[in-house]
């Protein structure tokens, strides 16, 4: 690793591209190869009580440029700051772009930890390969971030609760105008510090179930996490705020399957049927994005062996039809931000399907489930519960 004084440049484009040469596309991303270049003046930390998500930034920030023909060139940790691109970059026109979040957490000894980047990395390298971006080593990048967190790691808050956000963001930087795969890809990652999702302890929220839009559909991308995601999302998100809603339960087709639930991925814990106890989520099926979260949920649930654990096909009428039979127990949202958010109410059609929260603490806003995973996992992220899911940086 070599350090070097501040130096800002735009991103560079090939000049008078080699012919192809197969071998070279095996450059991959290397830590070895990783340089640094500092910020000259450090900016003022924040009082914990004064962060707001995702609006304030470390020093510094990763950055690797691959380009077709080279493969991917030397890491670089430098100074937090603007992208110079061409009006003409492919991210620019046609959506080339796909994006992470994870967390990097303080233990009560000092020591940085991460949660299953593993699988974070393995998420954008099919999100990647969807949109015909360049795969690269996660394991490696992983390593690229450690070097980037021990570096800033004056900005990651030692309190429960908080923690310095990632968003590993990879877009098609060529210059040019025209549909097909870019000959040059930027791959970054910048940091901000954040507090707790619910700074106050939980509060339940309102979902609109929206019959009119649809979030993802067969043979699409609604398991990639693209930014051309999210972007149609924000119409429908205010047509809610309109109706008393805070989220979006995402739907399809005649039958009104469920998807989503805004950003997040959805739980539904209920008695079902055949009078068994369950938890039950959508089933991955192309439409739905395979939230670390979620498979973390699914995976302690099955570890625990109390009840049921399903992935499915689930649809409104099955939902309508518990509430009716007293078999609705909890219902709630699953992610990186929030780790869990309850749900207290569904509109739907124009009637309410409702949700008990705690049936035991009237005032309570979240059911002892969803309390339970939300616990337990902060448990594994903080390093308060030994768990393989928690990486030492």
């Given at each position: 690793m070599t350090i070097t004084k501040p130096n800002y440049r735009a991103v560079a484009q090939p000049q008078d591209e080699p012919d192809y040469q197969p071998e070279l596309e095996t450059h991959d991303i290397s830590v070895a190869r990783l340089t640094k270049t500092l910020a000259p003046t450090l900016k003022k930390l924040q009082r914990n009580e004064e962060l707001v998500f995702g609006e304030s930034f470390t020093d510094h920030m990763l950055a690797v440029?691959?380009?077709?023909?080279?493969?991917?060139?030397?890491?670089?940790?430098?100074?937090?700051?603007?992208?110079?691109?061409?009006?003409?970059?492919?991210?620019?026109?046609?959506?080339?772009?796909?994006?992470?979040?994870?967390?990097?957490?303080?233990?009560?000894?000092?020591?940085?930890?991460?949660?299953?980047?593993?699988?974070?990395?393995?998420?954008?390298?099919?999100?990647?390969?969807?949109?015909?971006?360049?795969?690269?080593?996660?394991?490696?990048?992983?390593?690229?971030?450690?070097?980037?967190?021990?570096?800033?790691?004056?900005?990651?808050?030692?309190?429960?609760?908080?923690?310095?956000?990632?968003?590993?963001?990879?877009?098609?930087?060529?210059?040019?105008?025209?549909?097909?795969?870019?000959?040059?890809?930027?791959?970054?990652?910048?940091?901000?510090?954040?507090?707790?999702?619910?700074?106050?302890?939980?509060?339940?929220?309102?979902?609109?179930?929206?019959?009119?839009?649809?979030?993802?559909?067969?043979?699409?991308?609604?398991?990639?996490?693209?930014?051309?995601?999210?972007?149609?999302?924000?119409?429908?998100?205010?047509?809610?705020?309109?109706?008393?809603?805070?989220?979006?339960?995402?739907?399809?087709?005649?039958?009104?399957?469920?998807?989503?639930v805004g950003t997040m991925n959805l739980f539904i814990f209920w008695t079902n049927r055949e009078g068994q106890r369950e938890l039950v989520t959508p089933v991955l099926d192309g439409t739905i994005l395979p939230g670390v979260t979620r498979d973390s949920i699914l995976s302690l649930a099955r570890t625990w062996g109390e009840f049921e654990v399903s992935e499915r096909k689930l649809y409104m009428n099955e939902l309508v039809e518990a509430e009716r039979d007293g078999r609705l127990h909890e219902v709630f949202g699953s992610g990186t931000a929030a780790i869990v958010s309850p749900v207290k109410r569904i509109s739907y059609l124009g009637q309410d399907i409702h949700i008990p929260l705690d049936p035991a603490n009237p005032e309570g806003q979240a059911g002892?489930?969803?309390?339970?995973?939300?616990?337990?996992?902060?448990?594994?992220?903080?390093?308060?519960?030994?768990?393989?899911?928690?990486?030492?940086?």
């Open positions: 440029e691959w380009h077709k023909g080279q493969g991917w060139l030397a890491p670089e940790i430098r100074p937090h700051g603007p992208l110079m691109l061409d009006p003409s970059a492919v991210v620019f026109h046609y959506a080339f772009e796909c994006f992470e979040g994870l967390k990097a957490y303080k233990d009560k000894e000092g020591r940085i930890r991460l949660f299953r980047p593993d699988m974070n990395m393995k998420r954008m390298n099919n999100s990647a390969q969807r949109i015909a971006l360049p795969h690269f080593d996660g394991e490696q990048y992983i390593e690229c971030i450690k070097e980037l967190l021990r570096q800033e790691q004056r900005w990651i808050p030692s309190e429960y609760g908080y923690s310095l956000y990632l968003r590993p963001t990879m877009i098609g930087t060529e210059e040019a105008l025209g549909v097909r795969a870019s000959k040059s890809a930027l791959l970054y990652t910048i940091c901000s510090p954040v507090g707790p999702y619910y700074a106050t302890g939980f509060k339940a929220i309102s979902l609109y179930a929206n019959v009119r839009e649809v979030r993802a559909w067969p043979g699409g991308v609604g398991n990639a996490k693209l930014g051309a995601n999210y972007a149609p999302t924000i119409v429908p998100a205010e047509q809610a705020a309109q109706h008393g809603c805070q989220q979006v339960l995402w739907l399809i087709g005649e039958q009104h399957e469920l998807m989503e002892p489930l969803t309390q339970r995973f939300n616990d337990t996992l902060m448990g594994i992220q903080y390093g308060d519960i030994p768990h393989e899911w928690s990486v030492v940086v």
